[in-house]
């Protein structure tokens, strides 16, 4: 892991870079415990791997997809 100072990559912010490494970079969570996250419209983008549909979800600032 490295920061932007120290990134090749100065578009971001954050830059994890693995050879032969998976990353979980999302919470992982049950619909249930999904649905009890008290978002607002500013919380759009945020994002959760849910464990039960062993899918990503995502609020567009309005609802889950």
């Known amino acids: 892991i490295a920061n932007a100072e120290a990134s ?3 578009a971001f912010m954050l830059d994890i870079s693995s050879h ?3 990353a979980r970079p999302w ?3 049950t619909t249930g415990e999904r649905d009890s996250i008290p978002v607002t419209p500013d919380d759009e983008g945020a994002a959760v791997w ?13 609802a889950w997809s």
């Not at 849910?50 to 309005?62: A, E, F, V």
Request: no cysteine.
């Open 8 to 10: 090749q990559r100065d």
């Open 27 to 29: 919470p992982q969570m």
């Open 20 to 22: 032969g490494k998976a």
């Open 50 to 62: 849910l464990t039960d549909q062993h899918r990503l979800s995502t609020y567009n600032g309005t």
